[in-house]
């Protein structure tokens, strides 16, 4: 069975760091450009960031970049999402995603989305507050 699982999460003060890992059981990542995205409540879920299979191509979304680095381990079957300088507005469940982005597309949240996931981690909840 495909599964991705996230961790990580927690409750953080305003301006505090947290670091996701997302790793898979029984299955390699490496072949996978791997995507996080965030659920706030009551929104829909919008990308944060991807990174691609070999590692050497990342992009952000505006809201986070500068604040938040992906990078991934495939030796260790593990990407990361790096969360520096939070707020309140990055509360959300993040989940991880594997995607195949053909070659001859750039990788980015927007062709992610557009050739669409194939796994889904069950997520994790981060909670920026005082």
């Known amino acids: 069975q495909v599964q991705l699982v996230e961790s990580g999460g927690g409750l953080v003060q305003p301006g505090g760091s947290l670091r996701l890992a997302c790793t898979t059981s029984?299955?390699?990542?490496?072949?996978?450009?791997i995507g996080w995205f965030r659920e706030a409540s009551g929104k829909g879920r919008d990308g944060v960031s991807v990174?691609?299979?070999?590692?050497?191509?990342?992009d952000y979304d505006d809201s986070v970049k500068g604040r938040f680095t992906v990078s991934r381990d495939n030796a260790k079957n593990t990407v990361y999402l790096q969360m520096n300088s939070l707020n309140p507005e990055d509360t959300g469940v993040y989940y991880c995603?594997?995607?195949?982005?053909?070659?001859?597309?750039?990788?980015?949240?927007?062709?992610?989305?557009?050739?669409?996931?194939?796994?889904w981690g069950e997520g994790t909840l981060v909670t920026v507050s005082t």
């Open positions: 990174i691609s299979s070999d590692g050497r191509t990342t």
């Open positions: 029984g299955w390699d990542l490496d072949n996978y450009a």
């Open positions: 995603a594997a995607g195949n982005i053909p070659s001859r597309e750039p990788v980015t949240i927007a062709t992610m989305r557009s050739y669409g996931v194939d796994f």
